[in-house]
């Protein structure tokens, strides 16, 4: 496989999911045993889907903008921006209309042209600031213990 074939894995899936079309490229591009975790919390695929379906339904607008890549060892490395603003619920939070935009860190390794883990850091304390769900100054203190 050559070095570039991994990239275009996660980046086809960063598509998908930027066309809502995650469900369709899942089979496809993402293992059944995917181990999935999001800022230290794991699942699996059917938890990977989930969080993606609710994103869309809390933040209808969102997109991820691919801002780097590489691949080190096995993995695949991607600093992404996600936007969005805030018009459906979020959990049991009422829409604020508010707009955010964020970084993700992405790793994920790819065997055999298929996604077998996903690893992301999102910067959810600057989400939290941006939507009006965190005071500014809560967030400033916390960041600069």
Same mark, same amino acid.
């Given at each position: ?46 938890? =990977? ?68 883990? =996903? ?27």
């Amino acid at each position: 496989m050559s070095a570039e074939q991994p990239q275009n894995v996660v980046r086809t899936m960063i598509d998908a999911f930027n066309a809502r079309q995650y469900d369709a490229l899942a089979g496809t591009l993402v293992s059944p045993d995917l181990i999935y975790t999001q800022n230290g919390n794991t699942g699996g695929r059917a938890k =990977w889907l989930q969080d993606f379906r609710n994103c869309a339904v809390s933040f209808p607008d969102v997109h991820l903008t691919v801002k780097s890549q590489e691949i080190v060892d096995d993995q695949v490395i991607t600093e992404l921006a996600i936007a969005g603003t805030h018009l459906g619920p979020l959990g049991e939070m009422a829409p604020t209309g508010k707009s955010f935009n964020v970084d993700i860190h992405l790793t994920c390794h790819v065997k055999d042209g298929i996604i077998v883990d =996903w690893v992301e850091q999102v910067d959810e304390m600057a989400m939290a600031r941006q939507l009006g769900l965190m005071p500014s100054d809560v967030a400033d203190t916390i960041a600069n213990r």
